[in-house]
């Protein structure tokens, strides 16, 4: 009996080893699991990382502006500057309001002053129309006079139709008028001579030759 106590003891002690020996088989395994699980964790929370790492290189890589390449075809180039020089080309602004009047103005002022030369023209030419044609009615009138004296070499003022009755006026002139029509003439002369001098060849003009005939028609001194 007493060995079959001692058998029962044996067994149970048996059995407490066996099942201290589980127990520390299952905490062993657990702490393995335990491990594997962490580790797998950190395996992925690594990937978890590179691939968001990954991804905000991606987006930056996105968000970067595409560079604009470099224009190497020439025509490309002369199109380019066409399109500058459009934009740096300001289209003139026209005459102001102001200019246009003063431009206005001035050509009613030109116009004025051609009439008015003309009505001067034609007064200075009756009143030698007169003298030649209708002696009686003729009155002596200085400011025709001179006029005639200033314009009569000019043939756009007096035609060759009349400067022959020009002449024939200031054949008998006397005084201031005749010295003033010696000195025009004579200036005219000289001028001409100065020029055939430096080029040793002249064109006869209207002017010249009405200087000649002029020179001529004057009374000498007596």
Known sequence: MVKNLNDKNRTME??????????????????????????????????KHKRKTSDKNNSVNDETPTKIPKITNEDDTEEVL???DKKE????????????????????????MNQHKQETTQKALNYLSMWKHAR?????????????????????????SIFPTVLEYFEGC????RETLLKKGMDVI???EQKLEE?????ETVELSRARQLLKALPTET
């Open 89 to 112: 080309t300001k289209t003139p602004k026209g005459p102001s309001k102001r200019e246009i009047k003063r431009a206005k103005a001035a050509q009613k002022e030109l116009e004025r």
């Open 14 to 47: 048996n059995t407490d080893a066996e099942t201290v020996l589980e127990r520390k088989i299952k905490k062993k395994k657990t702490k393995l699991v335990t491990n594997q699980n962490d580790e797998d964790s950190i395996k992925l929370n690594k990937k």
């Open 82 to 84: 066409e399109s500058n």
């Open 136 to 160: 009686n009615e003729w009155k002596f009138m200085k400011v025709k006079q001179i006029w005639l004296i200033d314009n009569l070499l000019d043939e756009t003022s007096v035609p060759d």
């Open 174 to 177: 006397k005084g201031m008028a």
């Open 190 to 192: 000289k001028k001409y």
């Open 199 to 203: 080029s040793e060849e002249i064109t």
